[in-house]
T-cell receptor, first 112, second 116 residues
Framework: DAKTTQPPSMDCAEGRAANLPCNHS???????VYWYRQIHSQGPQYIIH???NNETNEMASLIITEDRKSSTLILPHATLRDTAVYYC?????????????FGTGTKLQVIP | DSGVTQTPKHLITATGQRVTLRCSPR?????VYWYQQSLDQGLQFLIQ???????AKGNILERFSAQQFPDLHSELNLSSLELGDSALYFC???????????????FGAGSRLTVL
């Protein structure tokens, strides 16, 4: 059921930007891209979402390609507390009558 | 505190037993989702309820069942437990109504089930 593809793991030096890619080549026109992260065994935490425009909030930036087949989550200045598994999912933004499936995500290790 | 409350936090039981996990969604959220996460695995979608009705179903075992009550809290019942059912069980809630804007899932802290 997974509709996204992410690299299994990535490393990033503390203080540098972490760029996490996600492929979602089968995304439909009314589906949004959402990013969540899970720190250790805590409940996943929402980060950001977008439809086709680039988005930025206090946590991260989301860059979506023009054809919407891929996106990149950017953590501008990674800290050790950003070490987590990052999940990219696609879903409708209303109704919610669909399986919300998480893949295996990208395990980001921030290195001191 | 995310606003989604799950109880119990930890539960240890024996094979063949039955347990009930409870979830209280965030205030105002109508939709509840259940996920299973085994050790070092991803989040497996089990089932979703919206305002008391089942809306989407994942690979939920027949030994598992769930419901959402009129006050919107939800319970996940796991029966005839097996060793492989040991996992973290997460509940999430969202608004899930038309025109509601962002359909963000808010997760609880999870219930850790250990089957011995």
């Amino acid at each position: 059921d997974a509709k996204t593809t992410q690299p299994p793991s990535m490393d990033c030096a503390e203080g540098r930007a972490a760029n996490l890619p996600c492929n979602h080549s089968t995304i439909s026109g009314n589906e949004y891209v959402y990013w969540y992260r899970q720190i250790h065994s805590q409940g996943p935490q929402y980060i950001i979402h977008g439809l086709k425009n680039n988005e930025t909030n206090e946590m991260a930036s989301l860059i979506i390609t023009e054809d919407r087949k891929s996106s990149t989550l950017i953590l501008p200045h990674a800290t050790l507390r950003d070490t987590a598994v990052y999940y990219c999912i696609v879903r409708l933004n209303s109704g919610g009558y669909q399986k919300v499936t998480f893949g295996t995500g990208t395990k980001l290790q921030v290195i001191p | 505190d995310s606003g989604v409350t799950q109880t119990p936090k930890h539960l240890i039981t024996a094979t063949g037993q039955r347990v009930t996990l409870r979830c209280s969604p965030r205030s105002g959220d109508l939709s509840v989702y259940w996920y299973q996460q085994s050790l070092d695995q991803g989040l497996q979608f089990l089932i979703q309820y919206y305002n008391g009705e089942e809306r989407a179903k994942g690979n939920i075992l027949e030994r598992f069942s769930a419901q959402q009550f009129p006050d919107l809290h939800s319970e996940l019942n796991l029966s005839s437990l097996e060793l492989g059912d040991s996992a973290l069980y997460f509940c999430a809630s969202s608004v899930s109504s038309e025109g509601s804007g962002a359909n963000v899932l808010t997760f609880g802290a999870g219930s850790r089930l250990t089957v011995l």
